[in-house]
């Protein structure tokens, strides 16, 4: 059994963890920051996001995107400070969440597609791509609470985690950003998937909330190893210097007014055999 390592605590609701350059990216949700880490621990605010943040990525030129919630925006990180890059109101029916960014700076944004802190019956709903230039529109529909994605090395397939549909879902990916040929790429049975990343040998390490634990999940649906957390797994992201330093985002629970109150989130960390691939 592996044992996890508190690198950061005191948290709100940590989210849409990146490794990038050395650093340990990710948002506090309900605290409406993005915060960076090193590996020693040392915590830096990168920028407030006041409709709260969650997906993190990059454009080719090194600027940071990050998805905007509430007001269902793409945000870039400008110099002189956050900047609109896209929006995305008319295109998700509700609030905006994780994203993964590809090699060309295209950002492929999902979102709830219902109200999930007020109980609503889960709907299917959009994802949705931004290009660079501000323009977006929906290249896939149907899917139940899009969450984690990744793209394998080639830059031909994105995976998404499917909440409520306790799957992951395969596309091609096309020249223009259109995603094609759905298909299932593992039913994980009762496991309800959140945030995801991809490692050398083509699995997919699920962060899985209602059952407390990541899981490595094979083509299929197969489930190689699992890690068991203190508090609920939100998402996970593999980094560090040689890859194979497992980030897992962990809290008690994910309801914005008891993050804010207890402070329970985490992000913690543990060491695995097989290093990271793709994106993000």
Not at 3 to 22: D, H
Not at 96 to 107: F, I, K, L, P, S
Not at 116 to 139: F, I, N, Q, S
Request: hydrophobic share 40%; aromatic share 6%; proline share 6%.
């Amino acid at each position: 059994m592996r044992t996890l390592k508190v690198l950061t605590g005191g948290l709100a609701f940590p989210e849409g963890p990146r490794w990038r350059n050395g650093k340990f990216f990710f948002s506090d949700m309900h605290a409406h920051q993005v915060l960076a880490v090193d590996t020693a621990g040392k915590r830096e605010l990168v920028c407030e996001v006041p409709a709260r943040p969650s997906g993190l990525g990059w454009l080719p030129d090194g600027r940071m995107l990050v998805v905007s919630m509430t007001d269902r925006k793409l945000m870039r990180l400008d110099r002189d400070g956050l900047k609109t890059a896209a929006d995305l109101s008319k295109l998700a029916p509700f609030d905006c969440n994780d994203m993964v960014v590809d090699a060309r700076g295209r950002a492929y944004v999902g979102n709830f597609g219902f109200d999930l802190h007020a109980g609503e019956k889960p709907r299917g709903t959009t994802l949705v791509m931004a290009a660079p230039d501000g323009t977006a529109r929906v290249v896939a529909d149907e899917l139940m609470f899009p969450n984690g994605m990744v793209i394998t090395p080639d830059g031909r397939t994105l995976i998404v985690g499917e909440t409520f549909a306790r799957r992951l879902t395969a596309f091609d990916i096309g020249a223009d950003g259109s995603l094609t040929n759905r298909r299932l790429w593992a039913d994980l049975g009762n496991g309800l998937p959140d945030g995801i990343c991809l490692d050398a040998e083509n699995a997919i390490w699920v962060a899985c909330p209602t059952a407390s634990e990541v899981i490595r999940v094979k083509p299929g649906g197969e489930v190689a190893e699992r890690i068991r957390v203190e508090t609920d797994a939100f998402a996970c992201m593999l980094g560090g210097a040689d890859g194979r330093t497992l980030f897992v985002a962990t809290a008690p629970n994910s309801d914005p007014e008891k993050c804010r109150a207890t402070r329970g989130g985490r992000i913690e960390t543990t060491l695995v055999e097989i290093p990271r691939a793709g994106l993000p």
